[in-house]
């Protein structure tokens, strides 16, 4: 009798065009009902060939395109690549324009975190947490268009600095914003962060072991979140994070196992807490100065090659150069997060629901224009 | 009825089916009207949680953008996905519909005169016709040929039978009260103070309240329990395939969903229609009572739905098992025995019920406390300009 | 037993938090901007109807762009700095201050004047490098950001008219006539003078 009922794993498509794959990303899933057995990510649906566009452009020309290898924080982004040609060219930045560089790049970690746990809230279905995050996002926005007059692609970082002064009053503004900021983030959690529903899909589902995340080559707050202390900020400090005074969150287990969803979540949530002290700091100490050093109009760094890492919201970004001398890089290479938290889910969407499917791709804030490139 | 046996001559069958129209009709406009007005008021409730208007562009404040959907829907074309059940899949929206519906027969839209039928069994009616519902999004959830719109029809399956257990073991308890399984006489039984509602009547019933409000809002596909249509997991569920008039249908059935929640709320638990005795039998007043808490029960569902998380399937089938149907029956054993007690001491029944409303009442002050202080927090200046 | 009940206590709590926040967050006044209605551009009218949420449109935006050419030196450098060589300038030699009747305290300078100066706002990313890369200050972003057009091609901006276009190139040829006089002249002269010398 059993041998006659047959069950077959129906074989589901989850994306390109899905709402919670953050992007064109797609999932091929086999599931036995609402239990995936077989996760197959496919990657590739928004490679615009960057590393490509490189070689064709000027080295200063470039930095307009990394904005667009990751929206959420492009002035990481900027900042990353800028470093690395510094570093080709040794160029020294002046100090107004590192606290500058450390401020817009704090704002546009908060900004990105932001998007990232909102986004997690959304795919677990509660949506006013998202609107409201996004808001505070906007507020944000509102300050990096007031610095350089864009709200998503920055351009802001130029090599040897950046590109505009802070205008005048600002840092008040910004010491406003946060002291609004803190108490709205604040409550937003008490929303959906601690809410018991919340936490009873996030705890416990897809926990990564710090062995496994290492194995996994996880970065960033996903690689924290399973309690491995490592931040590229501290470890390897560049600018000048090592003046500065903050805390690298760890996952802890606090409520289900460690290195599970609601800990990846809840380090973004801590990291924030970090970058708002951050930046109280830098407002207080940036000094009066220089904001651009002073480079060749056409940049040509000396031949050789060149690897920087830098800590961005998606973990630690590297960017490769190769120079050959002239005026656009011979060959760069991107390395990003998402990449390689994308890589871990075939092994972590064994014997979960559909829905825990979606908490993970959230937890690990994977964000598609990064993933392809 | 006799003007028309006797001025236009008709038999009283004809009488009759010409009568049910007529009733029929009404009823149905108001559903439609209510549904329509519900989905305008939960995008703009939605709206102003999350610091947004929501719609304000078609009429004043934007009230008629419900008939711009249903015009625009009803426009579009209705497309068959190749390799659907062309049958069911054209049948199923009325089916839900239907199943939503008939519901409305035993629920009154005011005072007791003003139910549809009163049947002696309209408890038992009200529980077994919401099942329907569940054949429709089943059965919409296969003919689609889509497998996303299969795993909402089945999940919806699951939940909804399982959450048909607590709300009518939850519904043990008022019938207790009332004696009988008449809506009418469930009416009847409760009196028009807050004290007097079925809700308030002992910490038991409360207790089932809640149990039936929870379950309710699972039977409903509301937020937190929306997994047949979880927007973010299976796109849009098992309506992801219809278009054009369908969907419209669907729409109208789910909108519909939250008004039948108010009213049965309101009717089995709150007290209903009832007025103060002077002021008894006053039509309009009593459809104003019934519909003004019914408009707060929905109130209340549309903001749970934009304030919690969704859950998942195992932990919905948890809450329906581990938590409510024990609380059911709870509420219901703890009643049979406050029942009995009351029986020996009469005076108890009083002040139990004001007891519980008390309390209530101080948990209110408590929720109002909490509002004022998350207020406060949400109005510093930002500053920016 | 205890997870259980902990399980109940902190749903309820948490829901009721949950509640009272979204109800808070109901009184508060919605901060989307109506916007064709309202006014964005100037920061007191949004300060009534925001209450000071928002910020202005700041003086730095960068809108579509703008290209001063009584200025403009048709130096090139920002075509060179675009990254995706959406600006496109053809340029002769003319003074031309006298060509577009801008009173300049300097006599007019020989200099080079656009014949054609194009803006490709459909490929333009708004990167800024053009102008920061501009030595006059010729080239700048505007705080127009509404430019829907029916067509690509009307998003084409053309900031050299065909009339200054003809001007400078007349007085362009003009001037190459004039030069070619003066080397003719001179070339008699030296002839001359040779003969002279002879
Ligand atoms: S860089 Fe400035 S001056 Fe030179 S051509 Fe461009 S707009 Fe004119
Ligand atoms: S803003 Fe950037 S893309 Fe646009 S014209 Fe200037 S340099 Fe080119």
Redesign the interface.
Known sequence: MTSELKTEH?T?NMGPQ???THGVIRFVIKTD??IIHECDPDVGYLHRGIEKIAES??W??????T?RVDYLASMNANWAYCMAVEEMLGTEVPERAEYIRVIAGELNRISSHLVAIGAA????????PF??LL?ER??IN??L??I???RL?Y?YY?IGGV??DL?EGFSI?VM??L??FE??VE??H???T????????FANVAAVSPEMAMDYNFVGPNLRGSGVKYDVRRNKPYSIYDKLDFEIPIGTASVGTLGDCYDRYFVRVEEIRESVKILRQCLQQIPEGEIQAKVKNAIKPPVGHKYIRTETPRGDTGYFIYSDGKTSPSRLKIRTGSFTGMSIIPELARNI????L?AVIGSLDIVAPELDR | MNLLTDTLGMTEFWANVVIMLIVCTIVFAVFALMSGITSWAERRI?GR????YGCNRVGPQGILQFVADAVKLILKEDLIPDGADRFLYKITPYLCLMGVLATLVVLPLGSRAMMVADLNVGVLYFISITSIVVIGILMAGWSSNN??SL?GG??SAAQIVSYEIPVAMSLLTPILIAGSLSVGDLLDSQGWLPWEWTAFQTPFSALAFFVFFIGSLAEGNR??F??PE??????SGFNTEYSGFRFAVFFMAEYGNVFLIGLSTTALFLGGPNLPGFLQGNPFLSVAVMMLKTIFIMFVVIWLR??????????LMDLSWKYLLPCALIAFFGQSVFMLVAHQIPAITQITSIVVFIVFLLIMIKFIGRIRT?YK??S?????N | MNAYFN?IK??I???F??MS??LA?FFVHP?TIQYPEDDISSAEKLKETYKG???P??E???GILDVDLSICTACQLCV?????DCIVIDAVKCDKSKVQGTKSEKPAVKTRTCTRFDIHMGKC?????CT?ACPTGAIV?TKVFEMNKYQLQDLVLSFVSEEEKEKAIKRDSELKVEAAAEKAAKAAKEAEKTEEEK
């Open positions: 129906i589901i899905h709402p919670s009902g609402e452009v000027t200063q020309g470039f930095v307009p395109f904005d809230d959304m795919d677990m279905g509660a949506i006013t609107v409201q808001r906007e507020y509102d300050l268009e007031m350089c007059g864009a692609t351009n130029s590109n505009y205008p503004k406003g914003f002291d609004h108490v709205a409550q937003m008490r929303l959906v601690y809410n018991q529903i919340f936490i009873n899909r629901f559909i829905a825990d979606v | 939605a949680m999350q610091s947004r497998k996303w795993l089945m999940r937020t937190p929306d997994l979880a927007e973010s997991e299976l796109v934009w304030t919690l998380p969704r859950f998942r399937i195992d932990q998350n927090e949400q510093i200046p930002v500053g920016l | 399980n902190n749903g709590q948490t829901v938090e949950g926040i979204s967050s901060i949420q928002l910020g449109m700041p730095n935006y960068r060179k700095a675009c990254p995706i990313m708004f990167c800024a490098l920061l972003h």
